[in-house]
């Protein structure tokens, strides 16, 4: 049983900083792979950026290589987005997802297929 919780959306203007935050509660304890999503109305859900069950690799989509961070405290049961330099473009619902399959095991997956479990989302938006 996986529960997760985002927080952290907001409002910020082009150019700012926001950063999101998941609490992970996993029953029986165990490391999963872990990642962001995003869904902007009227588009699919896309994969923003994932670390591996141990944190030693993480992938990003290409539009926010260089921009996005993905982290996580493993001691807090949590995991985070550090987004710098907001684009309008980058409005969307975020999601923090967890993965128990074995498809993504020690994999920094992006797929939406490849994670089993889901947040209720943290909306994120940048006026343009």
């Known amino acids: 049983q996986v529960h997760l919780q985002e927080s952290g959306g907001g409002s910020v203007q082009a150019g700012g900083s926001l950063k999101l935050s998941c609490g992970v509660f996993v029953m029986p304890a165990r490391r999963v792979c872990m990642g962001w999503f995003r869904q902007a109305p009227g588009k699919e859900r896309q994969g923003v950026a994932a670390i591996t069950n141990g944190g030693g690799a993480t992938d990003y989509h290409a539009s926010v290589k260089g921009r996005f961070t993905i982290s996580r405290d493993t001691s807090k049961n949590m995991m985070y987005l550090q987004m710098n330099s907001l684009k309008p473009e980058d409005t969307a619902t975020y999601y923090c997802?967890?993965?128990?399959?074995?498809?993504?095991?020690?994999?920094?997956?992006?797929?939406?297929?490849?994670?089993?479990?889901w947040g209720q989302g943290t909306q994120v938006t940048v006026p343009s």
């Open positions: 997802a967890a993965s128990t399959l074995p498809v993504a095991d020690g994999w920094p997956a992006l797929q939406k297929s490849a994670y089993n479990y």
